[in-house]
């Protein structure tokens, strides 16, 4: 809900920029900056939500054809390769946010605006990431069919 309703603000920035600038000569102050703000939001408050529902780009033109335990098999290994990823992620945008902070950093421009904000956002959402991987591994330890042992010993033979 937060992402789509950033999103529709957005463009409604983007439309009243266009139409300011344009049709009345007179643009909005800060509106880049702004919604470049808004951009960083859309896109960090919905990534753990898109991979609950699992709406994250997935190209299966590899594992479609392979049994329903060895996707599972394979999600487990993305998940699993995924999780320390991002909890780096988390680690090093909590520590920037951190810093800039401290700083009061500013991105200066039409409408000086202070970083920290984003930045906190990046690590929010980069962390309710994490916390997704979390899920969807012991969502599939959970509903295994068999062990992953069993299965493996499967392929060998």
């Keep these: 809900m937060l992402s789509g309703l950033v999103l529709v603000v957005i463009m409604g920035l983007m439309c009243a920029e266009v139409f300011c600038r344009y049709v009345l000569n007179r643009p909005i102050l800060g509106v880049v900056e702004i919604s470049s703000y808004l951009l960083v939001l859309f896109v960090f408050s919905g990534m753990s939500y898109t991979q609950a529902v699992g709406g994250h780009i997935k190209i299966d033109l590899f594992t479609r054809n392979l049994s329903q335990e060895r996707q599972r098999i394979l999600r487990i290994i993305s998940y699993g ?5 991002y909890a780096l992620i988390t680690r090093q945008t909590f520590i920037a946010f951190l810093e800039s902070w401290e700083m009061g950093e500013v991105r200066w421009g039409a409408l000086p605006l ?3 904000p984003i ?3 990046v690590a929010v959402g980069a962390l309710f990431l994490c916390i997704q991987f979390v899920i969807c591994l012991y969502d599939e330890f959970k509903h295994q069919p068999e062990t992953l042992a069993e299965t493996l010993e499967k392929d060998i033979q």
């Excluded at 390769?81 to 990823?85: E, F, Y």
């Design 81 to 85: 390769l995924a999780l320390p990823v």
């Design 119 to 121: 930045k906190g956002v």
């Design 114 to 116: 202070p970083i920290y």
